[in-house]
């Protein structure tokens, strides 16, 4: 009895504090390179392991079972060129009750440059056919670089209210992906898209301006994250979200919201013989094409073409490919290029 009412005072108040967190503001600097933060003391200082939940002006907010700590990293990891990141398992030493030093991160299941953040489990990746209008050039971009990545995709179509985007429904659904509409006005599809991010880690990608940060309000109304306001002139949302930062929703998901961006990494996607590893929907067609080295550009005997030919596989979805694969050919020159060059 005596536990079960402690232990739900104490998520009572990790609850409150991480709401407090969102208002934390820019409060400070990193330890000067191999020099321990002030205040640093090994002597009484025990050791806890916790969750990177938002990286601050060299300050980490760590979740741990005894609330938020706000840490500095150890100079050891700017001396090893290494950034902790969000969402990252952290070892953390406190000395002094609420501060400690990051002393180690943990091994990552995935990590990410653009936005930082590491130990994704699903990406979201929002889109809408109502203004701005997600290209599925973008959405077949990030669901490869989750899959690339060991991340779930599922795809969000928001603004359902302005407009149903039956063709990008359709698309995405007939690939195989986990596909859900919503709108973040009306409050349609909440639920069904919180029960494909149930326990997981996740990550809300997409244009600027589809909602990503609107979906979080409405999913948890007393975050109140800021949301932009769609210019009418340029038909773009402003970029909002600066920072990378975790909430944990009550429904047990964990969720970030990541600032606008057009792709989530700007490296090489993939190598021209892995890319078609990226795109699952091709998985039961590959191996039986003619040529066992087949491109699927324009190839005779290609299946993964026949089936495209056949409204088996979606059309955007091999421009897509087709595209990106460009691109992996572009990238070896280079590469070949610059070797030559040395
Ligand atoms: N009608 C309608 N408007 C929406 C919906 N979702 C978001 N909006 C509006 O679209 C605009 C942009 O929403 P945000 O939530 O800021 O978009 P975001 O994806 O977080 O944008 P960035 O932070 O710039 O990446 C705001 O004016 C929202 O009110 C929706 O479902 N329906
Ligand atoms: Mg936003
Ligand atoms: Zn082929």
Redesign the pocket.
């Known amino acids: 009895m005596v536990t079960e009412f402690s232990c739900f005072l104490l998520q009572r108040m990790v609850h409150m504090v991480l709401m407090d967190m969102v208002e934390v503001g820019n409060c400070g600097g990193a330890a000067p390179d191999g020099v321990e933060p002030p205040g640093f003391s090994a002597r009484g200082a025990s050791t806890e392991r916790g969750t990177i939940f938002k990286a601050l002006s060299g300050f980490y907010y760590v979740e741990s079972g005894e609330g938020v700590v706000e840490c500095r990293a150890r100079g050891r990891f700017r001396l090893e060129g290494m950034s902790p990141l969000v969402g990252d398992r952290v070892e953390f030493s406190t000395a002094e009750r609420g501060k400690g030093v990051l002393t180690q991160v943990l091994e990552r299941k995935n990590s990410f440059v653009r936005p930082p953040i590491a130990n994704i489990d699903i990406m979201v990746v929002?889109a809408?056919a109502?203004i701005p209008v997600t290209e599925p050039y973008l959405i077949d971009r990030l669901t490869a670089i989750a899959v690339k990545n060991n991340c779930e995709p599922v795809i969000c179509i928001?603004?359902?209210?302005?407009d149903p985007a039956d063709r990008l429904y359709d698309i995405y659904s007939a690939a195989g992906f986990s596909t859900v509409r919503?709108?973040?006005?009306?409050g349609e599809g909440m639920d069904e898209l919180q029960d494909m991010m149930r326990g997981a880690v996740c990550a809300?990608t997409?244009?600027?301006?589809?909602?990503?940060?609107?979906?979080?309000?409405?999913i948890e109304p007393g975050f109140r994250?800021?949301?932009?306001?769609?210019s009418k002139k340029l038909g773009r949302?402003?970029?909002?979200?600066r920072h990378v930062e975790l909430y944990r929703l009550t429904c047990g998901a964990v969720v970030a919201?990541?600032?606008?961006?057009s792709a989530f990494d700007p490296d090489r996607l993939a190598s021209k013989d892995a890319l078609q590893g990226l795109f699952p929907d091709f998985g039961q067609y590959l191996g039986g094409c003619r040529f066992l080295d087949c491109a699927h550009q324009k190839e005779p005997g290609c299946k993964v073409l026949e089936a495209v030919r056949a409204g088996k596989l979606q059309k955007t979805r091999w421009e897509s490919y087709a595209r990106l694969y460009e691109q992996a050919l572009e990238y070896k020159e280079w590469e070949s290029g610059a070797r030559k060059r040395k």
């Open positions: 929002v809408s109502a928001n603004k359902l209210d302005l919503t709108s973040a006005a009306t809300f997409g244009n600027s301006g589809v909602g990503k940060s609107s979906i979080l309000n409405a994250i800021s949301v932009g306001d769609i949302g402003r970029h909002t979200t919201d990541t600032p606008g961006f």
